[in-house]
């Protein structure tokens, strides 16, 4: 049994009329009959009582009739939804996202224009350290990673930068320091430093950027789990820290300031990783947007 068989089957039911049914569908008259037997000859059991007068609904025909409608109306629904997937429409899109991609407005900027668009396909984010989600994307568990570079990229993987944005100095507001408008790299040689954790975060290394900037090497003396928490040890008094411009609007925490560096600026990445041959159609495509939104996002730092 075809699908154009019950479609044949419902039109000449609902219009108990060959002629008609014919042209709702675009077929010939002829070709409608013939569909109907074959029909007919799959079941074993006439369907309609037709005569020169009338085409009326046999018992077996009612019978059909009534589990005929929901079965179309499935497989149309089926199909439907299939050609969406084909088309990137619909389906499952697994992102992961470093927390501080989340306080710059890029990754909510990214999932908000994809929703809009795309209201179909199901979102799944998972907040993830930078190094587990490239290899997650590497191994299939994820679609894309929205992450601090740099990282090493496994076979397959390859990044584009979104976001470039300069980095500030975290530091007490009670800091000798604060009450200047910038502050040089080697002003800061006898600080303490207020680092995220190297296994969780991929901001860590700024810190030692910075210390080559000054010529010397940073004093760490505490981690944080990621940059809200250093910002938190920092407010406390406990040191200085390098975070990302974007953190200055999201964390404004009691005993807190930030200052710019003096000189050229440092400058941080967010970038999105994925894997170079995505095959489902609905990656893909947030990949496709992913292209568009880099335009908008990279140029000037913020």
């Known amino acids: 049994m075809e699908l154009r068989h019950l479609r044949a089957f419902l039109a000449v039911a609902e219009t108990l009329h060959f002629a008609r049914a014919a ?29 020169k007068r009338e085409v009326a609904l046999t018992d077996a025909g009612t019978l059909f009739l009534a589990e005929a409608v929901p079965a179309l109306r499935q497989l149309e629904r089926a199909e439907r939804v299939g050609r969406q997937a084909g088309r990137g429409e619909r389906g499952i899109v697994t ?6 991609a989340a306080f710059s407005g890029v990754l909510a900027a990214c999932i908000r224009d994809w929703r809009r668009a795309h209201p179909e396909v199901l979102l799944r984010l998972q907040e993830m350290e930078t190094v587990p989600q490239v290899e997650a994307v590497a191994a299939g568990e994820m679609d894309v990673a929205f992450i601090r570079p740099p990282f090493i990229a496994p076979p397959g993987v390859t990044a584009l930068r979104l976001l470039r944005e300069t ?11 604060a009450a200047l408008p910038a502050i040089a790299a080697d002003a800061l040689a006898e600080e303490d430093f207020i680092a995220p954790d190297p296994e969780r975060a991929g901001f860590h290394h700024f810190t030692e ?3 080559a900037r000054g010529g010397f090497t940073p004093r760490l003396a505490h981690r944080g789990r990621d940059l809200v928490a250093v910002a938190s040890l920092v407010g406390l008094g406990l040191g ?24 050229a600026p440092i400058l941080a990445d967010i970038a999105a990783a ?4 995505e095959a489902a159609p609905a990656a893909r495509d947030f990949i496709r947007q992913l292209r568009q939104a880099a335009a908008e996002f990279a140029g000037d730092p913020a």
């Open 167 to 177: 980095l500030l100095i975290a530091l007490p507001d009670s800091h000798a320091l």
């Open 240 to 263: 200085v820290a390098v975070v990302p411009a974007s953190l200055r609007a999201c964390v404004q925490l009691p005993g807190l300031c930030y200052r710019p560096l003096s000189g």
């Open 274 to 277: 994925y894997r170079r041959n």
């Open 209 to 211: 950027q910075l210390g």
């Open 23 to 51: 042209e709702r569908l675009g077929v010939s008259a002829p070709s409608l009959t013939e569909q109907i037997q074959a029909l007919e000859r799959h079941l074993g059991a006439r369907l309609f009582r037709r005569s």
């Open 95 to 100: 992102i992961g996202f470093a927390a501080s």
